[in-house]
């Protein structure tokens, strides 16, 4: 097939998409631009996730993800992982502010610590993230350089459940994408930004169908 025709590919590619009524209610976790939280509103608005962000937590007060939690009219809460003496202490303040806000499952998009068994034993099962690589492959920070580095051909993007041991939960979700030989970082980036937002959507709904059964 023509490579123009088919730029990704996605697995699962449809979904047998149960309406959730009432909405589902997500907390959001960010620490950058915040474009796969505009991805989610963006879904929510044109009724292809029957969700509701009840609040988004960040932990750098001037970034991107704020911002469009401010456009948009979603509680923002910052949580400074500066001013904590421990992920421990900054985690049970991330369940206590979720608790309060009625958070059922979490979406972590785009965080960037380390979360601890405090989060996510409050939240076993209903924390998902979106992480820049086709796991188990390349795990932890700097996904998309370390897939060029080993220059692998393919890579992608991957939402799972989050657990103890990092990026290894379940896979809900995948999108792998080419990397080819005019690519570098930056192009990797874009191609692969551009499929987070189309599967951070159907992860969600994935997880929630699990939590609502
Ligand atoms: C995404 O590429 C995600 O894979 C990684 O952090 C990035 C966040 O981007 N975990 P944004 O803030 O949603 O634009």
């Known amino acids: 097939m023509n490579q123009s025709l088919m730029e990704s590919i996605t697995s699962p590619n449809r979904i047998n998409y149960k309406r959730f009524n009432p909405l589902i209610n997500l907390g959001i976790m960010a620490s950058g631009k915040g474009t796969n939280l505009e991805a989610i509103i963006k879904s929510i608005n044109k009724k292809e996730l029957d969700a509701k962000i009840n609040c988004l937590i960040v932990n750098n007060k001037n970034c991107g993800a704020k911002e469009k939690a401010d456009i948009y009219g979603i509680p923002c809460i910052i ?20 608790k309060t806000y009625n958070v059922e499952l979490i979406v972590m998009a785009g965080w960037m610590r380390i979360v601890t068994p405090v989060l996510i034993n409050s939240y076993l099962d209903k924390i998902i993230n979106i992480h820049p690589s086709l796991l188990p492959s390349f795990k932890g920070s700097d996904a998309i350089k370390q897939a060029i580095n080993s220059n692998v051909k393919i890579t992608g993007c991957s939402v799972h459940i989050v657990t103890e041991e990092l990026d290894s939960g ?22 692969i930004q551009k499929e987070e937002h189309k599967i951070l959507t159907k992860g969600i709904i994935l997880a929630a169908q699990k939590i609502r059964g």
């Open 79 to 98: 949580l400074d992982h500066r001013e904590f003496s421990s992920r421990e202490e900054l985690d049970r303040s991330i369940v206590n502010v979720f």
């Open 170 to 191: 379940e896979i809900l979700v995948q999108s792998a994408i080419a990397i080819n030989p005019e690519d570098n970082e930056k192009s990797v980036t874009t191609k």
